[in-house]
Structures are given as structure tokens and as C-alpha cells.
């Protein structure tokens, strides 16, 4: 044991466990008050229950591999964690396990042109990279709403997506290499800088894996080049159907816009009180429409959105006429979440698929649904890949309320998945959709799920009781029970 | 069986003929049959189901059976301007998926492995099982669709997929240049689908508007004298993957032909690449993956996607 944990508590018991990680990690990196612990105890989504063990704040891969030892001694659950922005529980501890904060390991370590990659910690924050990528003619694509603060190490974990994936791809399409310590304590990489590494892709099932498969420790990130033009469009509705056809009808004519953003009225009306981005207040909807690439193909393609925006009823077509009001509306769009703050103290983020078609019936069903249960809904979503994001806004004081939230998010869920989508298109599953699992897969699909777990993770060290759902293994940890039952909808 | 599982008859008619007990293969159109070894010669062949049974354009998504020819599948995909990511060389969707090898227009289509959004198989115990979902975005648990792709069947034996898609572009060019540096010709265009080198001549593919090809056109001109041509060269029967930059300089480590794509790392030469190192750490996860999904070996016996 150190001379520094010995000072700082004399006389008291120190637990071993804190004591072990003390051994390995400077003293000052290894927090176990109950302050700290309560921090790491949830993450942005409105799931309780969590129980943090020590935070260990590692600074390299030899450091993680040692806190991983650690746990495999003690026979302790482990898992990571980056900003914590996370919607659907993936990061809350369960069962006080070791977490490990990336939050110092924040370097990026190598931009490599040559081959087309960027190496990072796990730590860093996406817009950051983007920044010290932008003036060298590159991004990273995947852009989620959180990416002032959000990680890597967290995209990696849950496969995110952002506004910009609908051209690009998430971001599994741009993680090319992981350095991962595994749950075993042994340090792998997965993937290749080469296109077609040898083996199975396990950098593949990594990704989204939500923590469960091991910790990423570096990350070789694909490089996408700046477009030389770009448009944005702003259109209006009357009808949010309309809002919702002119997005099939765009994707239906052979454009793949780089992003496609429906924002219906109250969430327009929230935004525009909040940073008063420009977007029209009196409209039931808006479509913002963004085209990248070379200049005549760009050119093209916005006028021809317009066009099928006018066919499809729009009042109104905009362009931004300059790079600040386009920045502006972006601003507008990726704050949504912040400006429902002056409408309600809660809110609560879905996050499902449905296939394009069935984004105009979905909307009214969600609107019905929440009208039912006497939910405030405001929605702000990926539209071109049928992305909803229903923003369910309450006041979690009002007693009853959350159940009511549960309740109209269960039935959302349900009619996303009858409507022929999927559970969560960037979220992840968490412990939020565990008890859905069953809705959208056989147990025979879920065995298989749990088979490719087990081959990472055969004694479920790293992060149990996520998105598997009880009644299979890393689920079913007795420990984990202490949870509060009811608080996962 | 749940109503979560396929009702596609052809799919469980599909694993009864698999069954639950002696060693088997999928035969496709053979086109890489000899790819990651020798099938053992106990295996049993059996076909995989064809068919196209859902295609949706404007939701840029296509439910597949493996055993459907790639070239059927894009005849059909072309009627409403679309394609996919996967390589037309006379084999199969399933086969193609299996093998995972990518197109040498990848830049353009994207990757096989991107572009498998939902697979349903059949596991070693004879069962039909579903990984991933239907619509182009979905993170709903684990991402079984990526370990099926380049898994060489030896994880369960594709029935059936659903393809993501892409808009045709609207005008399409091969050129062709000698004497151009090719790493110079990429960075010239914004996004070639291709940049072939064989280490004196440079092959471009672009695509897009006709407009914009016309001003990419002149960017290159004026880094060499670019000529249009039909297509790409002729490819050596080999294929190297690469970190792009090592392919860039592999005519410092032949002096046999070679073929490379350039900013991607595949090269085609006229010799097999050494075997590649597999980290242990990741062999020891690999194997235990066979073992969960194919515990009796009975899965493609011989095969292996490691070399």
C-alpha cells in the first residue's frame, strides 16, 4: 500500500478492494467517497438504482489492464465509463463494480493521412477531435447531440449515431482498430488498420457491445474528408405528415441528403425561445436538410429537395443564405435537448426505428399514445433513417408522473416494433430496453446474442446486468437485485 | 415457433435440411470456395434458399436468400436506380456475405460488412436465428451481422439477409493515366470510388453528376494526362489486405504484377500474402466464439476466416 493512502486515513479500515486499486494506480486516482460514488451512480437518463463501487481514473492502457487484474482478484464486476451522457443506462453501475472514468485519458495521440486514420484515447471528446481534425481537411462523422461532451470511448460503446450518420454511417463504419484490455485482464487489438483484417470481426462486435465486452483503450478512427459545398435547407409544414412524406419522398428519388431533421411545432417553439435559431414558430413542422459534396451534385440536390418539399405541401423553403445562419439552425437543432428545460424540470428521450414509410403513422400514434397517458410530447428526430426520438416532458414531482412516462414509453416501444422497426437506433439498450429484448428477438436470437458475449466475457465481469434480459447469463447476478424494482419501466 | 422468428417457409425447409447433426457446407457459386482452407471431406452439401423477397427503394433496404445470385439481385436493384455494396463475380449473396471480400469500387458502394443489416441463419443445433434488424439504423443489442460477415459460414450458414442500398450515381467514368502518382490523383478528387495502381499506371473511378465529374475531370488533368477507359485493369488472382499506406508502397516489395487499391489497402498480386499474425489474446476469444456457436465443429469443417 502506498504511503499516501496510509495518511490520508489513519487508523481507518481501508477496504481491500480500494486498497488493491491503491496499489496499482496513483492513491489520488482511486475515489471511494460517497459523494463521488453517487455521481457515477447514473448517467443523463432518468434510471436510478445504481451502485457505484471505487472510480479509478486511469491514464494508460497498462493502468486499465492492472485495475482489471484487480477486479479478476476480487472477484469484482468492472465497469467503464466516459461522460456519462448515456440514455439508456448502459453506464450505471449495478452491483457497486469498479468504475473506470476514461475522463484523463483524453489525448489523441496520432493523426495518420497516410492511412486515413486518427488513434485516440478513449476519453477524448468527439467535437474535439473534429476541431483538431478540420483545419487539416478532416472530420469525424458520427455527431451526436451530446458531442460537446461525449467520448469515444462512449460512441464506440454504443455504436452512436448523430444528425450526419444518414450519409456516413454510424459509427461502426468509422472504427477501424480498438485497443481493448479484456475482461480477463489480457490486452487485444481488434480490427486493423487494413481493410479486411484476418479472422472475425470482433472489432464489429465491439462495438455497441455498451461496455459489456471489455474496456477500449485506443481507437483508430477513420478520417472523413471536409466537403468543398455544402447546403442547408430549411422547409416548413402545415402537416407534420407532410414533413414526414417529403422525407421518404427525398430518399425515394435517389438523394441520400448528409442529414434530414424533423422538428415538430413545440419543440420548434421551445428551440427558438432558447437560442432563437430562425426556425418559424407558427409551422406544425420543420425539415431541416442539409446536401455535402462537390458543388454541382449539392446544387442539384437542394433544388430538387425543395421541389419535392413544394410537391409535398411545404409553406415554406429556406436556404441558409450563409455559414452563420446555417450554423445558427444547426445550433438551434442540437440544443433541443437543452431548451425543453424552460417547459418542464424532466424529460425523458426514446430513442426507436421505424422503417421511412411509417414515420407519418408512427408520429400520430405517438401523439395519441402521449395524449392518452396525459404525457407533454415534443419531437425532434433523425428522420431520413426513421429515427424517432420522442421527448416525453414531465415533472417527476408530481406523483404518478413517471409511471405514466413508463407507460406511454412501453407503448411507443411496442408500436415501433409493430410498425416494423427496431428497439434503439443509437441509444443502445442499456438496462432501459432489457425487458423489450424479448419483444423483437427469440430466445434462440438472444442465446446467440449471449453466446458472442460469453466468448468476450465467459465469467460476465465487465458491466453485467445490460441489455441481455433476465434469464440469461450476465443478466441474472443476484447482487444486481438491489436495484429498485419498477424503476426500469 | 414465436411469431419473432422468420414464417418464411423456405427458410425452415432451409434448416430442417441442415438439421442438428453431421458435418456440413453451403455450396454457392464456388466462386472463393477454396478461400480460409479445404472443406473437409465429410461435409455434407446442401444449397441455401433463393428468392428476392422484399425490396423497398425508398426505404433503401432488400430482403434476400443467400442463394440468390449477386448479378439476379442487382438486375433487380438497377430497375428502380440502386445498388449494393456486395462483388459480382458469379456467386452468391450468401456467398458473398460469407466471404466478405469487398468490391473494387468499395469507395463508392461502401462495404459488405456496412451494408448487412439484419441476417438470419442457421445455428449448428438446426435452428433459424435472427441478429440485427431490418431498417438502416439500429444499435438493438449485440451485433451479430458483423461476426457473420467474412465468417466463412463456420458460425451458422446464411439463409437469408436484409441489404442496405444506394442511389446509382448518375454518371460514372473510369480514366486512366501513366506515369501519375496515384496517392497525388486521390487527394486530387474528392471521392473517387476507386484509385487502382499496378506501379506505372493510374486507374480513377469517378462517379456522381456530370457537372461535377466534368470540373474532377480537369483536377486531375492537371496533375497528369488522364485518358477515359472502359474499365479497370485486369486483376492478379491474389488479394492482400493492407494498411493503405503499406499498399501504396508495395511495388518496393514485388517485382511480380500487382493491382492496388489505393486509400483502401487491398492489393491483387500474383502471390498469396503471407500468413498474417493473429494476436493470441484474440485467437483464444476466436476460438471460444466456434465453440459457443459450433459446438460439435459440424459448421464448414476445414474452413477457417483467420487465414
Not at chain 1, 13 to 41: H, I, K, W, Y
Not at chain 1, 134 to 160: E, Y
Not at chain 1, 225 to 247: E, G, H, I, M, Y
Not at chain 2, 225 to 248: C, H, N
Request: charged residues 20%; proline residues 6%; hydrophobic residues 40%.
Amino acid at each position: 500500500m502506498s504511503i499516501l493512502s496510509r495518511l490520508r486515513r489513519p487508523g481507518a479500515p481501508v477496504d481491500p478492494l480500494v486498497a488493491a486499486l491503491q496499489e496499482v494506480l496513483d492513491p489520488q486516482r482511486v475515489r471511494n467517497d460517497g459523494a463521488e460514488r453517487s455521481l457515477t451512480s447514473h448517467d443523463a437518463s432518468v434510471f436510478a438504482g445504481g451502485v457505484s463501487g471505487p472510480i479509478c481514473f486511469p491514464t494508460t492502457t497498462a493502468e486499465v489492464q492492472a485495475i482489471t487484474r484487480v477486479a479478476v482478484e476480487h472477484g469484482c464486476a468492472i465497469v467503464p465509463r466516459g461522460a456519462g451522457t448515456g440514455l439508456a443506462g448502459g453506464a450505471i453501475p449495478l452491483g457497486a463494480p469498479i468504475v473506470v472514468s476514461t475522463g484523463k485519458m483524453n489525448r489523441i495521440l496520432q493523426v495518420d493521412t497516410e492511412n486515413g486514420v486518427a488513434w485516440v484515447q478513449p476519453g477524448v471528446i468527439n467535437l474535439d477531435l473534429s476541431r483538431h481534425l478540420r483545419p487539416k481537411g478532416f472530420h469525424f462523422a458520427p455527431d451526436p447531440s451530446s458531442q460537446q461532451v461525449c467520448t469515444l470511448g462512449g460512441n464506440v460503446a454504443n455504436n452512436s449515431g448523430g444528425p450526419h450518420c444518414l450519409a456516413y454511417g454510424v459509427t461502426d463504419a468509422h472504427v477501424l482498430a480498438i485497443e481493448v484490455v479484456l475482461p480477463n485482464g489480457e490486452i487485444v487489438m481488434l480490427g486493423g488498420l487494413d481493410p479486411e483484417p484476418a479472422g472475425y470481426d470482433l472489432r464489429g462486435a465491439f462495438v455497441g457491445s455498451e461496455g459489456t465486452l471489455g474496456i477500449a483503450t485506443r481507437i483508430a478512427v477513420r478520417l472523413t474528408k471536409n466537403p468543398p459545398a455544402v447546403r442547408t435547407l430549411l422547409l416548413s409544414f402545415a402537416k407534420t405528415r407532410d414533413a414526414a412524406q417529403t422525407v421518404s419522398a427525398i430518399i425515394a428519388a435517389g438523394i441520400v441528403p448528409a442529414a434530414l431533421e424533423v422538428m415538430d411545432q413545440r419543440m420548434t417553439i421551445a428551440v427558438e425561445n432558447y437560442v432563437a435559431a430562425g426556425y418559424p414558430t407558427d409551422a406544425a413542422a420543420v425539415l431541416l436538410a442539409e446536401v455535402e459534396g462537390l458543388p454541382a451534385g449539392v446544387e442539384i440536390d437542394a433544388g430538387r429537395i425543395g421541389d419535392i418539399g413544394r410537391a409535398n405541401n411545404a409553406t415554406g423553403v429556406r436556404q441558409a443564405a450563409s455559414d452563420e445562419e446555417r450554423a445558427l439552425l444547426w445550433k438551434g437543432r442540437k440544443t433541443a435537448f437543452g431548451a425543453v428545460a424552460q417547459v418542464a424540470p424532466d424529460y425523458y428521450l426514446h430513442d426507436t426505428v421505424v422503417p421511412r414509410a411509417a414515420l407519418a403513422d408512427m408520429l400520430e400514434k405517438i401523439y395519441e399514445i402521449c395524449e392518452r397517458h396525459d404525457i407533454m410530447v415534443m419531437n425532434v428526430f433523425h428522420a431520413g433513417d426513421g429515427n424517432l426520438h420522442p421527448l416525453l416532458v414531465f415533472d417527476a414531482r408530481v406523483e404518478g408522473t413517471l409511471e405514466r412516462v413508463h407507460a406511454a414509453g412501453a407503448e411507443i416501444v411496442r408500436a415501433s416494433l409493430d410498425a416494423g422497426g427496431v428497439l434503439s437506433g443509437e441509444h443502445g439498450i442499456g438496462v432501459e430496453k432489457q425487458g423489450f429484448m424479448g419483444e423483437m428477438f427469440s430466445d434462440v436470437d438472444l442465446d446467440h446474442q449471449n453466446r458472442l458475449r460469453q466468448a468476450f466475457d465467459p465469467t460476465c465481469r465487465s458491466n453485467p446486468g445490460k441489455i441481455l434480459p433476465m434469464g440469461h447469463s450476465c443478466a441474472d447476478i443476484q447482487a444486481l437485485r438491489a436495484v429498485p424494482t419498477g424503476v426500469w419501466g | 415457433m414465436s411469431s419473432l422468428t422468420s414464417s418464411d417457409e423456405a427458410l425452415h425447409a432451409f434448416a430442417a435440411d441442415v438439421g442438428d447433426t453431421d458435418p456440413i457446407a453451403v455450396e454457392g457459386g464456388g466462386t472463393r470456395w477454396q478461400t480460409g482452407g479445404v472443406l473437409h471431406e465429410s461435409a455434407r452439401l446442401v444449397s441455401a434458399p433463393t428468392g428476392i423477397v422484399d425490396y423497398r427503394p425508398e426505404e433503401m433496404v432488400v430482403t434476400v436468400r443467400a442463394g440468390t445470385r449477386v448479378a439476379e439481385l442487382h438486375t433487380v436493384l438497377i430497375e428502380a436506380n440502386q445498388r449494393s455494396a456486395l462483388p459480382e463475380r458469379g456467386g452468391t449473396v450468401g456467398g458473398a456475405v460469407a466471404v466478405g471480400e469487398n468490391r473494387l469500387d468499395l469507395q463508392g458502394r461502401g462495404s459488405v460488412r456496412d451494408a448487412v443489416l439484419q441476417v438470419r441463419y442457421v445455428s449448428a443445433e438446426g435452428d433459424v436465428v435472427t441478429g440485427g434488424g431490418p431498417v438502416v439504423k439500429n444499435v438493438s443489442g449485440f451485433n451479430v451481422p458483423k461476426l457473420m460477415v467474412g465468417s466463412l459460414g463456420t458460425l451458422g450458414l446464411i439463409a437469408e439477409v436484409v441489404l442496405r442500398t444506394n442511389p446509382s450515381p448518375t454518371a460514372s467514368q473510369w480514366l486512366r493515366a501513366a506515369d501519375v502518382d496515384p496517392v497525388a490523383a486521390r487527394a486530387a478528387v474528392l471521392g473517387p470510388s476507386s484509385v487502382l495502381w499496378d506501379g506505372s499506371s493510374t486507374w480513377v473511378l469517378l462517379e456522381g453528376h456530370e457537372q461535377d465529374l466534368e470540373d474532377e475531370i480537369a483536377a486531375l488533368s492537371s496533375i497528369g494526362e488522364f485518358v477515359e477507359t472502359d474499365g479497370p485493369p485486369d486483376l492478379p488472382p491474389y488479394r492482400w489486405s493492407l494498411p493503405p499506406a503499406d499498399a501504396a508502397a508495395f511495388h518496393r516489395e514485388t517485382s511480380g504484377d500487382f493491382v492496388a487499391a489505393i486509400g483502401v489497402g487491398i492489393v491483387h498480386a500474383d502471390t498469396a500474402q503471407p500468413r498474417r499474425e493473429v494476436d493470441p489474446g484474440i485467437t483464444v476469444v476466436a476460438e471460444r466464439m466456434k465453440t459457443l456457436f459450433d459446438p460439435k465443429g459440424r459448421l464448414n469443417p476445414g474452413r477457417s476466416p483467420k487465414t
